[in-house]
T-cell receptor, first 114, second 114 residues
Framework: AQTVTQSQPEMSVQEAETVTLSCTYD???????LFWYKQPPSRQMILVIR??????QNATENRFSVNFQKAAKSFSLKISDSQLGDAAMYFC???????????FGKGITLSVRP | KAGVTQTPRYLIKTRGQQVTLSCSPI?????VSWYQQTPGQGLQFLFE???????NKGNFPGRFSGRQFSNSRSEMNVSTLELGDSALYLC?????????????FGPGTRLTVL
């Protein structure tokens, strides 16, 4: 069975600084997708970034980028120039290629210090 | 395009009762997935419906059921409610076919069982 592990329950970052959130996963599939979702206090899950396993290039979306290490089954999220609005819970999620089911990690609570 | 909508946003029920939650996907999306979020278990996949058929199912008891209508709207039903069913229930929609089939989440329904 696929598992997603986020070992850090909480992290804190100074505004304008950079922070990296860690995620590891376990799968025997070769075709899969990885995601980072943000859940602010409103509870609305927002897709931050997506990575296809077959792509070697790391995905980037403005201030958000990933470090995808396929052999190590690691998928970390880097947030640059952190803003107060980045404070939220962040979930790493996995989906096998032909399957719609998302498997989530336990999440990490990110706080941003002004 | 309007986002995913869920009704009601909040519900309070007592043990033994049943409840029906509703989800309207993004226009044109044919797949609807349901997730349960609790502090203890995190985010867990309930089931997915595509073109009125259940395409995937998580590990939940038979008290949890769902259906999808021809307009892609979906309902989820929980019978004989237990205290442990108190959770945030999230619905997510996606086009349903073709990669990467990103899922877009609704605001959730907060169910409290007394």
């Amino acid at each position: 069975a696929q598992t997603v592990t986020q070992s850090q329950p909480e992290m804190s970052v100074q505004e304008a600084e950079t922070v990296t959130l860690s995620c590891t996963y376990d799968t025997s599939e070769s075709d899969y997708y990885l995601f980072w979702y943000k859940q602010p206090p409103s509870r609305q899950m927002i897709l931050v970034i997506r990575q296809e396993a077959y792509k070697q290039q790391n995905a980037t979306e403005n201030r958000f980028s990933v470090n995808f290490q396929k052999a190590a089954k690691s998928f970390s999220l880097k947030i640059s120039d952190s803003q107060l609005g980045d404070a939220a819970m962040y979930f790493c999620a996995y989906r096998a290629g032909a399957n719609s089911k998302l498997t989530f990690g336990k999440g990490i609570t990110l706080s941003v210090r002004p | 395009k309007a986002g995913v909508t869920q009704t009601p946003r909040y519900l309070i029920k007592t043990r033994g009762q049943q409840v029906t939650l509703s989800c309207s996907p993004i226009s044109g999306h044919r797949s609807v997935s349901w997730y349960q979020q609790t502090p203890g278990q995190g985010l867990q996949f309930l089931f997915e419906y595509f073109s009125e058929t259940q395409r995937n199912k998580g590990n939940f008891p038979g008290r949890f059921s769902g259906r999808q209508f021809s307009n892609s709207r979906s309902e989820m039903n929980v019978s004989t409610l237990e205290l442990g069913d108190s959770a945030l229930y999230l619905c997510a929609s996606s086009p349903g076919a073709g990669a990467p089939r990103e899922q877009f989440f609704g605001p959730g329904t907060r169910l409290t069982v007394l």
